[in-house]
C-alpha cells in the first residue's frame, strides 16, 4: 500500500463515516419496514390457516380423481415460480435462493424434464432472463409499497391453465421465509397438483352438503387457496427481505465502525512519525550547531 | 356450544364459542346450532349474529363458509363491528362500481363490480339499520 499522508487519511476516515451514516439509516428504515412487514405477516396467517382447514375438510369428502389440480402426471414439463426482491443490498437473500432455484432445475433438466420459469421480483428476473431460460412471465416491482395481491392472483391463474391445458406437469414454489423471528431460509414446495394430505380423522357416514353447485364451490375454493397460498409466500419473502436487509445493513455499519477505528490508529501512528521526525530534523539541526 | 371463526385475509376477525350463530349464504340464511350436519357454501354480504341478537352482530362480504359438528368456518374478503363500518368509504365504493358498471364490456368486469356494488349496498344498509 502506497504511504499515505495524513491529510488523506482523514478524508479517508470521513468517507468511511459517510458510508456508515447511510448504511446505518438504511437499517433503521428497514426495522420499520420489517416490523410491517412482520404484521401483515402474522395477520394473513389465521386466514391461510383457516382456509388450509377447510379444504382439507372439503378434499376429505370429494373425489380427487374427478378434479384436474389434483391429477398426478409423469414429470416431463416442470414450471417453477421463484420469488425474490426487487432491490439488492440484502446480504445472501438474493444470490442464495437463485442458487436454490438453480440447483433444482438443474436437477431436473439432468432428469430430462423441461423446466419453465416464472419469476416474481426484479433480482430473480433480471438473473435467468439473461441465462437464456425459459421465462414464461416476469414480475418487477411487485414488494414496492405493499405485496401485491393482484401479482399473486395473475400468477396463480397462468400457472392454473398450463397446468390443465397439460403444459406443465408440475409445479414448485421457491421463496423465502421466516422460520423464527430471527432467520429465514429459502423453501422449495410443491405448489400443483395439490397436495393435501388424506383427513387423518375417520369422518364416519359424515357427508358435506353444498347448497350451491359442488364443482363450481369447489373450483372456487381451490382457486381462492392457490391465490392465498402464492399470496402468503410472497408475504413471508417480504418479511425475510427486510429481514435480511436489516441484518446486512448493521453488519456494514459495525465493519465501518471498526474501520474507523483501524484509520484512527494509523492517522495517529503517521501523525507521531512526522512530530518525532521533525524533532530529529531539530535535535539533529542544534547538534550540528554547537 | 359452538367455535366461530371470522377469518379475512387481513386478521382474525372474530373467534369465540356461541350458542347459536347466524349466517348470510348465497341460498338465503343459515342459523347454526352445535351438532349441525356437514355444510359447505358461498357467504354472502350480510350481518352474522350470534344467539340470536342482531345487536352484536359482524357485517361480513363476499367468501366461503363451512360447517361442521363442532365448528363453523367463515372466510370473508371484509370483515367489521357494525360500529366500525366506514360509510364514507363504501359510498365511495358504490359509485366507483356503477360507473364501472355502466361502462363494463366483459362478463368478468360486470361480475366483478357487481360484486363490489352489493357488498357497498349491504354495508350501507346495515350501518343504516342500526344506527
Do not use: C
Request: aromatic share 8%; hydrophobic share 40%; net charge negative.
Amino acid at each position: 500500500m502506497p504511504k499515505l499522508s495524513p491529510r488523506d487519511i482523514r478524508r479517508k476516515i470521513q468517507g468511511i463515516k459517510n458510508t456508515r451514516r447511510i448504511t446505518n439509516a438504511m437499517k433503521v428504515v428497514s426495522a420499520a419496514k420489517l416490523r410491517k412487514a412482520q404484521e401483515i405477516l402474522y395477520a394473513s396467517r389465521p386466514y391461510s390457516d383457516k382456509l388450509y382447514e377447510l379444504v382439507k375438510d372439503l378434499a376429505a369428502h370429494i373425489d380427487r380423481d374427478a378434479h384436474p389440480l389434483f391429477a398426478e402426471r409423469e414429470e416431463k414439463s416442470v414450471d417453477v415460480i421463484l420469488i425474490t426482491a426487487d432491490r439488492g443490498l440484502a446480504g445472501a437473500f438474493n444470490s442464495n435462493i437463485i442458487r436454490t432455484a438453480e440447483n433444482l432445475i438443474s436437477e431436473k433438466e439432468e432428469q430430462g424434464k423441461r423446466v419453465n420459469l416464472l419469476l416474481v421480483g426484479r433480482k430473480g428476473f433480471n438473473y435467468f432472463e439473461k441465462r437464456g431460460y425459459t421465462v414464461v412471465k416476469g414480475y418487477d416491482e411487485v414488494f414496492r409499497k405493499e405485496v401485491r395481491f393482484d401479482v399473486a392472483r395473475e400468477v396463480a391463474e397462468i400457472i392454473r391453465e398450463r397446468f390443465i391445458d397439460e403444459k406443465t406437469d408440475a409445479v414448485y414454489l421457491i421463496n423465502n421465509e421466516m422460520i423464527t423471528r430471527a432467520n429465514y431460509k429459502p423453501i422449495v414446495r410443491k405448489f400443483l397438483p395439490v397436495d393435501i394430505p388424506e383427513a387423518e380423522y375417520e369422518l364416519a357416514g359424515s357427508v358435506y352438503t353444498f347448497e350451491v353447485d359442488e364443482e363450481t364451490f369447489f373450483n372456487k375454493i381451490l382457486d381462492l387457496y392457490l391465490n392465498y397460498q402464492l399470496y402468503r409466500a410472497m408475504v413471508e419473502s417480504n418479511a425475510a427481505e427486510h429481514f435480511a436487509r436489516m441484518v446486512a445493513m448493521d453488519n456494514a455499519t459495525r465493519n465501518a465502525d471498526e474501520l474507523v477505528k483501524e484509520w484512527t490508529m494509523i492517522f495517529n501512528k503517521a501523525r507521531q512519525e512526522s512530530i518525532t521526525l521533525e524533532l530529529i530534523d531539530i535535535v539533529g539541526a542544534a547538534e550540528a550547531m554547537k | 356450544m359452538i367455535t366461530v371463526d371470522i377469518v379475512t385475509p387481513t386478521g382474525l376477525a372474530f373467534s369465540k364459542e356461541v350458542e347459536s350463530v347466524n349466517v348470510p349464504t348465497a341460498e338465503g340464511e343459515i342459523g347454526v346450532l352445535p351438532g349441525h350436519m356437514y355444510l359447505m357454501t358461498l357467504l354472502k354480504p350480510g350481518l352474522v349474529y350470534f344467539n340470536g341478537n342482531e345487536e352484536d352482530g359482524i357485517a361480513v362480504t363476499h367468501g366461503v363458509v363451512d360447517v361442521t359438528p363442532q365448528k363453523v368456518i367463515i372466510l370473508s374478503e371484509e370483515a367489521y363491528e357494525v360500529g366500525s363500518i366506514d360509510v364514507g368509504e363504501a359510498k365511495k365504493e358504490f359509485e366507483e362500481a356503477v360507473r364501472k358498471l355502466a361502462t363494463a364490456h366483459t362478463m368478468e368486469e360486470i361480475e366483478q363490480w357487481q360484486k363490489v356494488k352489493e357488498k357497498a349496498e349491504v354495508l350501507m344498509d346495515l350501518v343504516e339499520r342500526f344506527k
